[in-house]
Nanobody, 116 residues
């Protein structure tokens, strides 16, 4: 069983930055996808950014140019650098990893609030 532990959430003013990190509890030798999702109150969970083991990335249109996802297989971590944050970025952010075996895991979520 793989546990994912997120950190880095919090309260930030509009225009500010946050960096989310997600660490796996065990060594991950191969993965297919590492990603960040978010869920705002009353809305469905949505993909924010994803990175494959080949290094390909995908971003939601709403965060392109502002957010950057990076993965470190050696450290079993995936991070999300969030710049130029907007109030509409407020949500609970979830880390997601799908291994080469097909098994997938979610983090417990970390709150990001963008407000003045």
């Amino acid at each position: 069983q793989v546990q994912l532990v997120e950190s880095g959430g919090g309260l930030v003013q509009p225009g500010g930055s946050l960096r989310l990190s997600c660490a796996a509890s065990v060594r991950i030798f191969s993965f297919n996808v590492m990603a960040w999702y978010r869920q705002a109150p009353g809305k469905q969970r949505e993909l924010v950014a994803a990175i494959t083991n080949g290094g390909s990335t995908k971003y939601a249109n709403s965060v392109k140019g502002r957010f950057t996802i990076s993965g470190d297989n050696a450290k079993n971590t995936v991070s999300l650098q969030m710049n130029s944050l907007k109030p509409e970025d407020t949500a609970v952010y979830y880390c997601y990893i799908r291994l080469a075996s097909g098994d997938a895991y979610w983090g417990q979520g970390t709150q990001v609030t963008v407000s003045s």
